[in-house]
Structure formats: C-alpha cells, structure tokens
C-alpha cells in the first residue's frame, strides 16, 4: 500500500520556505488529514501557500498559514509610525533627555495602544526604565525587562521598632544569616510549588532552567536589590491592612527572578528581534505577535518567572519571621517588570507592559521605595486611566552607576548614612543614596495616581557587596 505520508522534501520542492513552518505543516497534516491521499494533502497545502492570509484563521490550516506570513516577513524591516501616539508624562523636568527620547520611539511602533512615562523614569534599554506601554496583541520581551517579574515585598510585625547599638547587631546578624545576593545561595533551598510547575518540562528553555532555579530560590540578586528591617508607620487606621495607625517593625525585600528571569528575557528577546526586524534605534522593541507559538511560550514563560519571583520573596519573609519568633500581622507585595491582559475604556483587551513601574489600579497596595535613607511609601492605587493605572516604582536615578562611582566618595557616602542613622552591609558607590531622586519629589509629581497610607524608614539594609559602608568607631 502506498503511502499517504509527505516528506519535507517535497514541501520544500512544493515552494514552503526551510524552516520551522514545514514541521507545523507535518504536524497539521498528520492530526487532521491523516487518511487523505498525497495528492489531497499537496494541492490543501498548495491554496495554503498561495494565500496564506486568507487562510490565517482556518481551524486546521491556520498555524500553518500563520507560519508562512511570518516566514515572509522575516527579513523586513518593519518601519514606525511617522508620528506618534500622544502620552502622559509624569514630573517631565526630572527626567533625562535620553529616556524620553526612548518613549517617543516607543509610541510610534505599529502595536503600540498607548503609553505613560512616571515620575521615576531614566533611560534603560528599549523602553525606558518607569515606561508603561500598552500594546495589541504583542507582547515586548525587552519592554518587560531581564529581570521579569521584580518586585518589592513588606511584612509588618507586633514588635516595638527600636533600633539601639545593641538591636542594630541584632538585626545585623538576622540579614546576615538569613538572606542570600547575587551568586551566594543557602546550602539547602527549601522547596516550593512553583518549582513543580509543569512548563519546565514542556518548554525547552526552561527545562534546561529548572536546577538552577532551585538552587537560587529563596536569595536576592545584585545591583539596587535588598532585604532590609526599618519602621512602617501607618497614618490613619483606614489602610486597607486592618491595623491600627502607629509604628511597626517592618521588613521590606526587593528582588526579582534571578538567573531563570534573566535567561528567559534574553531568550526570547532574540527571538523576537530575530523574527521583527525593526529600524536600530527601535531595535530593542521587538515584539512578539501573541497568537504565535512563540509569544504563547514567552507569555507562560513570563508568568512562571513572575510566580519564581515572588516565591524567592515569600520564603526570604519566611525565613525573616522564623528568625523573630514572629508571625506577620500583614504584608504587602506588587511587582514591575512585567505584562498584564488588561481592558482600555473601550473594552478591548490591551497588553500593559510596567518596565519599573507599578500597578496602581483603583485599591491596588503596593509600595514605592525611596533610597537607604529617604522613606519609601505604602499606597493604595486610585485608577487614573492617563497614566494606564500605573505609578513609579521607586525614586529613580538621578546619577547613572558609572557617574555615581566617579563623582562620589566612600567616606562621603558614610558620613550621608551615618547622619541618617542607618547600618548597610553589603553595597557599592553605585547604589549611595546620593545617585537617586528625591522622592517626596517624585510622591508630590504622582498624587493623581496613588493614596499614601504609610511610610517605611530603612534602618538596617543588606545588599550585594562588601561591608565598604561599615560605620568607623
């Protein structure tokens, strides 16, 4: 008997281009026309071929079809929009040249919806870090960011927050024994659900992700992230936490994905910047179409980021409170570096890319950190539609890291935190308070966008670093 099966040489003599699209063209082939003749399967695949747009929403064929436009367009330069879509700019005279510049590229792709810079914002890469763009149906694994998911977290506990020479050790020593930056991890991770998520096995980027994933969770990265205990003070008894107003010793972490984040990002963005080819200077903008299987990989790749993420920052409390002999009366949690399926006033589903920036949807907690000495903020999200329900995620640099290790000294840096009271273990020039904005600046540009419900002030910070801040007797 005579076999029915195509080979992909003779898709390729039939004209379909080397590729990924002859292998989903087997793969539809053999699911939906398995008992047709060679004969059927050529001429279904022939009309394909020919117009693979009228076809794109065909129930069998469609993938294909979709496979063959992309393949098309694969080596186009996709050009932007002559002008671009109107924002809203939040404190415009504290940000640099080169981070606007990087929105108004930003606002002139064709999936772009609509779009706000914070108050925070400063240049990064692609979108600006503080940009939020909504797009349709696309999704930006550089608008997202490397560390996908990144977030802040804060726990609050019945404890008096003294912070004496003595308890200063204390805590000191809490930090030091229970949390892990940058390439340091705990000898025995704990375990957590995230980790038995089925798409480790299923996507192949994060099979080869999964026992490093295990062996960071828990820890912190480097650069501007911390764990830290200071006092959260709540100003009114209605703050959404249930508790009375007053002051409560607080724990605050900021951290991210870790290696699994980083290496998804980098994945997926040169995926995308391999298949939409876009001019340089929006080179980094490169999206993925969501109807693809690679914007659906990226997509569930992202959110399983997102939940490692907040794991890593759940077991970091966890550990904190174990140490205090503690429970914690409350805690607060919201991240940046990501994309949400939301709705414009229209109804329409819209792809809402946060690169630092914070969810600020009308009763959404969250916290905006300031620097290690400036307070950072407790609110509560009022929905203002011009800024796509968004607000800064921290005070923003006001020195790039190479300007701040050029012009600033360690001992004036030590003098700085000596004078504000506060301990760090653990950082570098490029992260001394003196490189950010101030944020009481940055609150008063955005209170259309959040209410203040309390205020958190570091006391003991640790980073990833040495101990060149130590305090001189």
């Known amino acids: ?45 022939q009309r394909v071929l020919e117009n693979p747009a009228f076809y794109q929403k065909h129930e069998k064929l469609g993938a294909v079809a979709k496979g063959l436009i992309i393949k098309t367009e694969h080596n186009k330069t996709l050009e932007l929009n002559a002008s671009r879509i109107p924002y809203q700019t939040y404190g415009a005279e504290g940000i640099e040249q080169g981070a606007v510049h990087q929105m108004e590229v930003a606002m002139k792709l064709p999936v772009t919806h609509s779009g706000a810079l914070m108050a925070d914002a400063h240049q990064g890469y692609g979108l600006p870090i503080g940009g939020v763009l909504a797009t349709k149906n696309a999704v930006i694994p550089y608008g997202v960011g490397v560390d ?20 200063v050790s ?72 249930k508790l009375p107003k007053g002051k409560y010793l607080a724990v605050l972490s900021h951290s991210g994905s870790r290696g699994l984040g980083a290496n998804i990002a980098r994945h997926y963005t040169k995926l995308a910047m391999d298949k939409c080819k876009l001019p340089s200077e929006a080179k980094h903008l490169a999206w993925l179409d969501l109807d693809t299987e690679d914007g659906q990989e990226y997509w569930i790749a992202m959110n399983l980021a997102g ?50 920036a914070t969810p600020a949807g009308k009763g ?55 004078k504000a009271g506060v301990t760090v273990i653990g950082s570098g020039l490029d992260e001394a308070p003196q490189a950010y904005k101030d944020i009481h600046q940055v609150m008063k540009q955005q209170v ?18 040495g101990n060149e801040f130590a305090q001189r007797d």
């Open 1 to 45: 008997m005579a076999t029915t099966k195509l080979t992909g040489k003779e898709l390729r003599q039939l004209g379909y281009p080397e590729g990924k699209v002859i292998g989903t063209a087997m793969k539809v082939l053999e699911a939906h026309f398995k008992g047709k003749s060679k004969k059927h399967k050529l001429e279904l695949l």
């Open 148 to 167: 996908i998911g990144c977030r802040m977290c804060m726990t609050l506990y019945d404890l008096p927050p003294l912070f004496s020479y003595d308890a």
């Open 170 to 241: 204390d805590f000191k020593q809490l930090l030091e024994d229970n949390s892990r930056f940058g390439n340091a991890t705990f000898r025995r991770p704990m375990d957590h659900e995230v980790l038995e998520n089925k798409s480790f096995g299923e996507i192949n980027i994060l099979k080869s992700l999964k026992d490093r994933a295990y062996s960071q969770i828990g820890s912190s990265g480097g650069g501007n992230h911390f764990v830290e205990f200071g006092v959260a003070e709540l100003l009114s008894d209605e703050n959404d936490l």
């Open 307 to 356: 939940d490692y993420a907040s794991a890593c920052h759940h077991q970091i409390h966890e550990r904190m409170a174990k140490a205090l002999g503690e429970q914690p009366l409350a805690m607060v949690e919201n991240h940046h570096n990501f994309a949400w399926k939301e709705q414009d006033a229209e109804g329409e589903e819209i792809i809402v890319h946060r690169k630092g």
């Open 364 to 418: 959404v907690l969250g916290i905006i950190p300031g620097s290690m000495t400036a307070p950072g903020f407790i609110v509560r999200g009022k929905g203002e539609k011009a800024s796509i329900n968004s607000a800064s995620h921290g005070a923003g640099r006001v020195m790039s890291r190479t300007r701040a290790k050029q012009s600033l000294s360690k001992d004036e840096v030590r003098n700085h935190l000596k």
């Open 448 to 465: 259309d966008l959040v209410d203040v419900l309390g205020t958190f002030t570091p006391k003991v910070v640790r980073m990833c670093g």
